[in-house]
């Protein structure tokens, strides 16, 4: 297993999507359907942006180089491929986001399935949304980031780092027709994940990320099962394995208060089995204390405010935020990361910030 330096550094998953690309606006619309460029040239348009984000990465000189999820549309609908789930007979169910407070101040009202509404408000707590059905058993039929990690680790430098949804985030973005409960959904999802992990492990994934946003957002939907679905997901995978729980993306968000939900998320997912939390700490104004949440797991520490109109950052200010970090978490279970996903941002802004959080670690190493 390849060693890293101390303060390794990394996207959490996403990089510039490139408007010529995709369309932004489309972000919320099927799977599949934002794409701007005609499917057949799309393959070669689909590489080509993705050499931009891992040519991005190395440049800036990141521990951990991912593809910059360019091929995906959202990091949960790209694994609709599963058995058992139907993308085209959809269904509607109403979404329950009480967990999320008043910790959020929209600028557009997310819908699942619809393009947004522009508008800003507080985060709905409750909304219609129109999903894929699960109609069958959950199964994995093969790798779904197979040539995904095979083109990354033919053209990064750095290490690779692969990024999966987490079993009740996706669980959460279906409507159920089959299971008949929300936790033996996601066990499924997960059974069938851990089939992706074990594959992307064999395969030379040096780093593997499951995301799970809807450990804050929906909290109390998912509380009661979540440590055991996320363990199934991880079950036998030998490699450094990471979950990321955030906010959700600064494109739709106009302001981010701190939660209490997300302290109780941390703490569900320290009593998992994976070896790294990735949180979102920067944009929220989280501190320290937070940090004890995480019970001896290494922190991938948000230290990039990704909010549409935010600066590059001092060097620093990202080493002070790290250095108070460090009254709280050792050197050695410390990483440096992004708040959440890059796709939005400007391609050269985004640039700076990365390079920016790679000097830092640099003054942080000594």
Same mark, same amino acid.
């Given at each position: 297993?390849?060693?890293?330096?101390?303060?390794?550094?990394?996207?959490?998953?996403?990089?510039?999507?490139?408007?010529?690309?995709?369309?932004?606006?489309?972000?919320?619309?099927?799977?599949?359907?934002?794409?701007?460029?005609?499917?057949?040239?799309?393959?070669?348009?689909?590489?080509?942006?993705?050499?931009?984000?891992?040519?991005?990465?190395?440049?800036?000189?990141?521990?951990?180089?991912?593809?910059?999820?360019?091929?995906?549309?959202?990091?949960?609908?790209?694994?609709?491929?599963?058995?058992?789930?139907?993308?085209?007979?959809?269904?509607?169910?109403?979404?329950?986001?009480?967990?999320?407070?008043?910790?959020?101040?929209?600028?557009?009202?997310?819908?699942?399935?619809?393009?947004?509404?522009?508008?800003?408000?507080?985060?709905?707590?409750?909304?219609?949304?129109?999903?894929?059905?699960?109609?069958?058993?959950?199964?994995?039929?093969?790798?779904?980031?197979?040539?995904?990690?095979?083109?990354?680790?033919?053209?990064?430098?750095?290490?690779?780092?692969? &990024?999966?949804? @987490?079993?009740? !985030? #996706?669980?959460?973005?279906?409507?159920?027709?089959?299971?008949?409960? *929300? %936790? +033996?959904?996601?066990?499924?999802?997960?059974?069938?994940?851990?089939?992706?992990?074990?594959?992307?492990?064999?395969?030379?994934?040096?780093?593997?990320?499951?995301?799970?946003?809807?450990?804050?957002?929906?909290?109390?939907?998912?509380?009661?099962?979540?440590?055991?679905?996320?363990?199934?997901?991880?079950?036998?995978?030998?490699?450094?394995?990471?979950?990321?729980?955030?906010?959700?993306?600064?494109?739709?968000?106009?302001?981010?208060?701190?939660?209490?939900?997300?302290?109780?998320?941390?703490?569900?997912?320290?009593? &998992?089995?994976? @070896?790294?939390? !990735? #949180?979102?700490?920067?944009?929220?104004?989280?501190?320290?204390?937070? *940090? %004890? +949440?995480?019970?001896?797991?290494?922190?991938?520490?948000?230290?990039?405010?990704?909010?549409?109109?935010?600066?590059?950052?001092?060097?620093?200010?990202?080493?002070?935020?790290?250095?108070?970090?460090?009254?709280?978490?050792?050197?050695?279970?410390?990483?440096?990361?992004?708040?959440?996903?890059?796709?939005?941002?400007?391609?050269?802004?985004?640039?700076?910030?990365?390079?920016?959080?790679?000097?830092?670690?640099?003054?942080?190493?000594?």
């Amino acid at each position: 297993m390849p060693s890293t330096p101390m303060f390794a550094t990394q996207l959490v998953g996403s990089w510039c999507k490139p408007n010529w690309l995709c369309n932004h606006d489309l972000f919320f619309a099927p799977e599949n359907t934002w794409w701007r460029v005609p499917e057949e040239h799309r393959a070669e348009a689909l590489d080509d942006a993705t050499l931009l984000a891992i040519r991005d990465q190395d440049a800036a000189g990141l521990t951990y180089v991912t593809d910059g999820e360019q091929r995906r549309q959202t990091f949960s609908g790209y694994f609709n491929v599963l058995g058992g789930i139907d993308s085209v007979n959809r269904a509607e169910y109403a979404v329950r986001m009480g967990d999320i407070g008043d910790a959020l101040v929209m600028k557009a009202r997310p819908t699942l399935g619809a393009a947004n509404e522009t508008a800003t408000a507080a985060a709905p707590k409750e909304f219609k949304a129109t999903v894929p059905q699960v109609t069958g058993p959950i199964t994995w039929n093969g790798p779904i980031l197979g040539r995904d990690l095979a083109f990354l680790k033919t053209h990064a430098r750095g290490l690779a780092k692969m &990024t999966v949804i @987490g079993p009740c !985030s #996706l669980a959460l973005r279906l409507a159920d027709a089959h299971y008949g409960s *929300l %936790d +033996r959904l996601a066990f499924a999802i997960a059974d069938a994940l851990n089939q992706e992990l074990r594959a992307l492990e064999a395969a030379g994934a040096d780093l593997v990320q499951i995301d799970e946003p809807e450990a804050h957002f929906r909290y109390s939907q998912v509380k009661d099962f979540a440590v055991e679905a996320i363990n199934r997901t991880l079950r036998g995978i030998r490699i450094p394995t990471a979950v990321h729980v955030c906010y959700g993306y600064s494109k739709n968000i106009a302001e981010k208060r701190v939660n209490p939900a997300y302290e109780k998320a941390l703490d569900l997912l320290a009593a &998992t089995d994976v @070896g790294e939390i !990735s #949180l979102e700490y920067e944009q929220p104004g989280h501190t320290p204390e937070l *940090l %004890d +949440r995480v019970r001896g797991k290494g922190v991938i520490l948000g230290l990039l405010n990704l909010d549409t109109e935010s600066p590059v950052e001092t060097v620093e200010h990202i080493v002070g935020r790290a250095r108070a970090a460090l009254q709280v978490v050792a050197p050695e279970r410390l990483r440096l990361a992004p708040d959440c996903g890059m796709w939005f941002l400007p391609r050269e802004r985004a640039s700076g910030k990365i390079r920016a959080l790679e000097q830092a670690a640099r003054v942080l190493r000594g």
